[in-house]
Nanobody
């Protein structure tokens, strides 16, 4: 399984950005895809996840109400729509795949496959 994230960049506070993560390889038909982020000097943080079959999602506390995760099953792609960006959202955003579907877990140890990440920088 390979994951390719894209869409990062430099934006100003208050702007919006949409990240994409395309999965390829033998993903199976039941899996969960999630987004995590890591800022310099900080631990990796859960952002959002979506279960492919049910469409159920989970969103991290720090981004709830501003970020939305969605999916295009035909393209095996998930999106992270980020609105009202803040400087504290600056981080490398990585997508990950949990091959055990059913619950959009926030625990990173449930995710077996990771993409290389895309950098998001929010200036004040």
């Amino acid at each position: 399984v390979q994951l390719q994230a894209s869409g990062g960049g430099l934006v100003q506070a208050g702007d919006s950005l949409r990240l994409s993560c395309a999965a390829s390889g033998r993903t199976g038909s039941s899996y969960v895809m999630g987004w995590f982020r890591q800022a310099p000097g900080k631990e990796r943080e859960f952002v959002a996840a979506i279960d492919r079959r049910s469409g159920r999602t989970q969103t991290g506390d720090s981004v709830r109400g501003r970020f939305t995760i969605s999916e295009d099953n035909a393209k095996r792609t998930v999106y992270l729509q980020m609105n009202s960006l803040k400087p504290e959202d600056t981080a490398r955003y990585s997508c990950a795949l949990n091959p055990s579907g059913g619950f959009a877990s926030s625990y990173e140890d449930r995710y077996h496959y990771w993409g290389q990440g895309t950098l998001v920088t929010v200036s004040s």
